[in-house]
């Protein structure tokens, strides 16, 4: 079998072995392996196509097709700033511009170094009465402003360093 690859395989086979090494059961093996990694690693994605008697470029096919799987890792803390119409005109734009100031991110850098922070622009967030908003891990923030969005971002540190 192939357990001999070390720790950093036993958790996948372990999930491949829950769904019985069957190709058809691929989407749910790489919900829980992104789940457990917080995205789909390229090394484990070929371990999982050798383990399931699958091409690695099914596996890539699929991680790729579907908008909920990422290829890269995300932080601990995913951030959601609105920038739908009635945010826009709010001025999301500047949140989004303060955000990325503060933890060093941009268009093309999305996750702080530290894995701490993912920022991603979403399209809307349906909460359109409390525009501008910013999404938390599924904590909602309305009526937000750049000076609000760093004042929690510092209240998010000041705890992750406490807990550190």
Same mark, same amino acid.
């Given at each position: 079998?192939?357990?001999?690859? &070390?720790?950093?395989?036993?958790?996948?086979?372990?999930?491949?072995?829950?769904?019985?090494?069957?190709?058809?059961?691929?989407?749910?093996?790489?919900?829980? $392996?992104? +789940? /457990?990694?917080? @995205?789909?690693?390229?090394?484990?994605?070929? @371990?999982?196509?050798?383990?399931?008697?699958?091409?690695?470029? /099914? $596996?890539?096919?699929?991680?790729?097709? @579907?908008?909920?799987?990422?290829?890269?890792?995300? &932080?601990?803390?995913?951030?959601?700033?609105?920038?739908?119409?009635?945010?826009?005109?709010?001025?999301?734009?500047?949140?989004?511009?303060?955000?990325?100031?503060?933890?060093? #991110?941009?268009?093309?850098?999305?996750?702080?170094?530290?894995?701490?922070?993912?920022? +991603?622009? $979403?399209? !809307?967030?349906?909460? !359109? &009465?409390?525009?501008?908003?910013?999404?938390?891990?599924?904590? $909602?923030?309305?009526?937000?402003?750049?000076?609000?969005?760093?004042?929690? #971002?510092?209240?998010?540190?000041?705890?992750?360093?406490?807990?550190?």
């Amino acid at each position: 079998m192939m357990r001999e690859l &070390g720790t950093k395989f036993e958790l996948v086979c372990d999930i491949i072995d829950r769904y019985d090494r069957k190709p058809y059961n691929l989407v749910a093996i790489l919900q829980e $392996v992104q +789940e /457990a990694y917080s @995205y789909l690693p390229e090394d484990i994605m070929a @371990y999982i196509a050798t383990a399931l008697g699958i091409p690695p470029g /099914a $596996v890539f096919g699929v991680a790729t097709f @579907y908008s909920h799987f990422t290829l890269e890792p995300k &932080g601990k803390y995913l951030i959601k700033v609105c920038d739908g119409t009635a945010c826009h005109v709010k001025k999301s734009t500047d949140i989004i511009k303060t955000i990325q100031q503060e933890l060093g #991110l941009n268009e093309s850098k999305k996750t702080s170094d530290d894995l701490l922070f993912t920022l +991603e622009t $979403v399209a !809307c967030l349906g909460a !359109c &009465g409390l525009a501008p908003v910013i999404v938390i891990n599924d904590e $909602v923030h309305g009526s937000m402003n750049p000076e609000k969005a760093k004042e929690l #971002l510092n209240k998010i540190k000041e705890e992750e360093s406490k807990n550190a």
